[in-house]
């Protein structure tokens, strides 16, 4: 489930991996179904294919600009209120899938859809160039 504190918490990454997704003043506006598509994918398929499916560099979407900015984001996460800070496994969403196992791909579920939403929801503050929607490049 997505924790609101969290969140809140992961909202001034969040801006600064929003503000990287800008091309001409505005965002392509593909990467809002491209957020929304993370945390439905995590929920319904698992976090190991989500993760390969954002991180494969290998097709013509922009998938991994937004797997690598979520990635980004839950790495970052400092919970100021309980000093808890659990850093992913690897560098990447494509080397956390590699080698996460146990209890950490529950700790790890939630810290990505967190970020999700928070990416989301930094998004929000910008333009969306809404003639890239759809297209794919």
Do not use: C, W
Not at 10 to 24: E, F
Not at 88 to 94: V, Y
């Amino acid at each position: 489930m997505v924790n609101k504190k969290d969140v809140s918490n992961m909202l001034s990454q969040a801006l600064s991996s929003a503000q990287s997704l800008v091309k001409d003043g505005k965002i392509p506006g593909k990467y809002k179904g491209y957020v929304a598509s993370f945390g439905v994918s995590v929920l319904q398929i698992g976090l190991k294919p989500t993760a390969l499916m954002f991180s494969n560099t290998n097709e013509k979407h922009e998938r991994p600009v937004i797997g690598k900015a979520i990635f980004e984001i839950a790495s970052a996460y400092y919970n100021k209120d309980t000093g808890y800070h659990k850093r992913l496994p690897g560098n990447s969403l494509d080397q956390l899938a590699k080698n996460i196992e146990g209890d950490d791909v529950l700790i790890a579920r939630s810290q990505l859809l967190n970020a999700s939403v928070a990416l989301k929801m930094a998004m929000n503050t910008f333009e969306f160039d809404e003639s890239s929607a759809g297209r794919n490049e």
